[in-house]
């Protein structure tokens, strides 16, 4: 199935620098900025520069380039932020929500790094 990107959604306009964002890093592939509406003490968004839908649609058809620097990005990012638990870091959630049952604001890929604070458990245990 095709997906279909939206130019107008708000990571696009960030891309094309008509809405201006706090940068963390940019690569030649990716962008990682804070959140304007942080859910933690450490809560930073990256996202790839293509027109990725979700992450199986950039797993799919992003180039191997593409989802190194992706990769590369995040793990960079949480290594800045003194994130990571094998540093000494206390560790980091990374969340991507997909379609409408992921509950995805945006369509356009994007990870969530949130840190800073315990998060505690991710779902509720069923029953």
């Known amino acids: 199935m095709a997906y279909a990107y939206d ?3 708000i990571f696009a306009c960030i891309l094309r620098k008509e809405i201006p964002n706090k940068t963390v ?15 933690a003490p450490n809560h930073v968004l990256v996202i790839p520069k293509g ?6 649609h950039f797993a799919l058809e992003a180039t191997e380039v593409e989802i190194v620097d992706f990769t ?10 003194g994130l990571q638990p094998g540093h000494d870091g206390q560790g980091y959630r990374l969340i991507s929500n997909a379609g409408t049952h992921g509950v995805q ?9 949130l840190a800073g604070r315990s ?5 509720q245990p069923a029953g």
């Open 105 to 113: 604001e945006v369509p356009h890929l994007h990870v969530h790094i």
């Open 119 to 123: 998060l505690g458990r991710m779902l």
């Open 72 to 81: 590369r990005t995040i793990g960079a990012v949480c290594k800045m932020l």
């Open 51 to 56: 027109r990725y839908v979700c992450y199986d």
């Open 7 to 9: 130019d107008q959604n």
């Open 25 to 39: 890093l940019e690569t030649p592939h990716s962008l990682a900025f804070e959140d304007i509406r942080p859910q």
